[in-house]
């Protein structure tokens, strides 16, 4: 029989590779699962194309919203495991307020709450590492990585078993204007608020995620249930995304940072101020972070046994570039 996996953010970035990963024609594994993709809307265009793309056989469309517990009771009921990611951002709503970003621990304490219901056996959980810790304290604010590790305890506490993921930063980002702006030149202009040579941890978050919590639902939770493992590629210079976009491209492209203000403001304008400070703060832990380990600076190099243990590693920017077909901004 396949085993069913719950997955959130079934029509977002994460559950969307993980939903490929395990159904795509060429997937190995694609006669052992059945995926129930959960979403707010079973009707949105998203949803529907979920649908129409792998077939009611293999991809069941369920209803659920992770501020409704009982509506994750309903869809984890009889399932095999859970891939649960949680959301800082809200759909269609700034945050306004840093009070606000609290919505993601009531979204995590949900989730968890329903899996435990659910007796669920195994949870693959997209957490990230705790900054105000990693940083001794000095950077306290940086709520999307510190709630969700907290979601993470939380979970260990109550669950059976559950594998962690922490993902780097999005290759995807640089489609955004705080990190990526065409000049009048028609040069592109990387533009993140740190020095060239700072070095980060990036992901294909559409890809890497899925192809990372396949790999642990296939090991099972016996093998490798409460690990952790970080989803992030060998590390880069900022000043690397311009050089290697320009290589791959042809388009000229330079590396020229901008202030933290101008990133702040940018971001807070897109996303709400009560989200300035955080981000803000991750990119000032980026600057300052220990560059010899990896995640964030928040792991030795030899705590990511992804290779040895699940066979998979992350997406280099090249690959990304060329899988997303992304050439710069217009
Ligand atoms: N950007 C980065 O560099 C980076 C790096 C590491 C981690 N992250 C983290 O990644 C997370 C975002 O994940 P993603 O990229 O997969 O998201 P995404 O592509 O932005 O999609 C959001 C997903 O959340 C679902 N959703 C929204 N509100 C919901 C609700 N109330 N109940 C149930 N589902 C809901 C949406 O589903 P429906 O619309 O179908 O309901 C959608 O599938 C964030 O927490 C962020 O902190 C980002």
Redesign the pocket.
């Known amino acids: 029989m396949p085993k069913i996996i719950a997955i959130?953010?079934?029509?977002?970035?994460?559950?969307?590779g993980l939903i490929r990963a395990f159904l795509s024609p060429n997937s190995s594994q694609k006669n052992d699962y059945k995926v129930r993709a959960?979403?707010?809307?079973i009707t949105?265009p998203?949803?529907q194309e979920l649908q129409s793309s792998y077939g009611p056989s293999q991809l069941e469309l369920v209803q659920?919203?992770?501020?409704d517990v009982e509506s994750l009771r309903k869809a984890f009921k009889d399932v095999d495991g859970v891939f649960a990611?949680?959301?800082?951002?809200?759909?269609g709503k700034k945050i306004e307020t840093e009070d606000e970003m609290r919505h993601?621990l009531v979204?995590g304490r949900n989730i968890v709450d329903a899996a435990r219901g659910c007796d669920v056996s195994h949870m693959v959980l997209?957490s990230?590492p705790n900054i105000n810790r990693a940083s001794n304290g000095r950077f306290s604010k940086v709520f999307?990585f510190d709630h969700?590790n907290t979601i993470e305890e939380y979970a260990k506490k109550e669950l059976k078993a559950v594998t962690v993921l922490w993902?780097?930063?999005?290759y995807?980002?640089v489609a955004w204007p705080q990190y990526c702006r065409k000049l009048e030149d028609g040069i592109v202009r990387f533009c993140a608020p740190a020095s060239g040579d700072v070095r980060a941890d990036w992901?294909d978050?559409?890809h890497d995620i899925g192809v990372f919590a396949a790999a642990i639902f296939t090991k099972g939770p016996t093998a490798i249930g409460n690990k952790t493992y970080p989803v992030v590629s060998p590390k880069i210079c900022f000043s690397d995304l311009a050089r290697i976009f320009e290589s791959k491209t042809g388009k000229k492209a330079i590396f020229d940072p901008i202030s933290l203000d101008e990133w702040g403001s940018t971001v807070a304008a897109a996303a709400g101020k009560g989200y300035e400070e955080d981000i803000r703060q991750m990119m000032e832990w980026i600057g300052v972070a220990p560059g010899e380990k990896v995640c964030y600076g928040t792991m030795e190099r030899g705590e990511d046994r992804s290779w040895e243990e699940l066979g998979v590693r992350a997406s280099t920017f090249e690959e990304w570039l060329e899988r997303s077909g992304w050439r710069g901004p217009e």
């Open positions: 959130l953010n079934a029509t977002g970035n994460q559950g969307s959960l979403t707010r809307n949105s998203a949803a659920a919203d992770v501020y990611a949680t959301n800082n951002r809200l759909p993601e979204a997209s990230l999307h969700k993902p780097g930063l999005y995807s980002n992901v978050a559409a």
